[in-house]
């Protein structure tokens, strides 16, 4: 059976950091991309990072570019997403999912997800 399980969120003061875990199981890791997302109260949910299983590349919102990181710990089949120098509008829920057809897409596995509060 697939699990996705987000860990590592919480309340954070704005400036603050906080890393996301994501523990994967039940599927061959490495044949998955893994994206993570986030939807805040009243908005749509949108695509924050991703790390693609072929070659390890990664993607980030023009809105986190040089605040976030993802990156994989194979051996672990855990995917982390470090946040630095959050802001408020961060404030979201954050999933992770195991894309079926690579990064840029939305369909495959997903986590329950995982609150982020970014007080002001």
């Known amino acids: 059976e697939v699990h996705l399980v987000e860990s590592g969120g919480g309340l954070v003061q704005a400036g603050g950091s906080l890393r996301l875990s994501c523990a994967a199981s039940?599927?061959?890791?490495?044949?998955?991309?893994i994206g993570w997302f986030r939807q805040a109260p009243g908005k749509e949910r949108e695509g924050v990072s991703c790390?693609?299983?072929?070659?390890?590349?990664?993607q980030y919102a023009d809105s986190v570019k040089g605040r976030f990181t993802i990156s994989s710990d194979n051996a672990k089949n855990t995917v982390y997403l470090q946040m630095t120098s959050l802001k408020p509008e961060d404030t979201a829920v954050y999933y992770c999912?195991?894309?079926?057809?690579?990064?840029?897409?939305?369909?495959?596995?997903w986590g329950q997800g995982t609150q982020v509060t970014v007080s002001s």
């Open positions: 999912a195991a894309l079926t057809y690579g990064c840029g897409t939305d369909f495959g596995f």
């Open positions: 039940g599927f061959t890791f490495d044949d998955y991309a």
């Open positions: 790390i693609s299983s072929s070659d390890g590349s990664t």
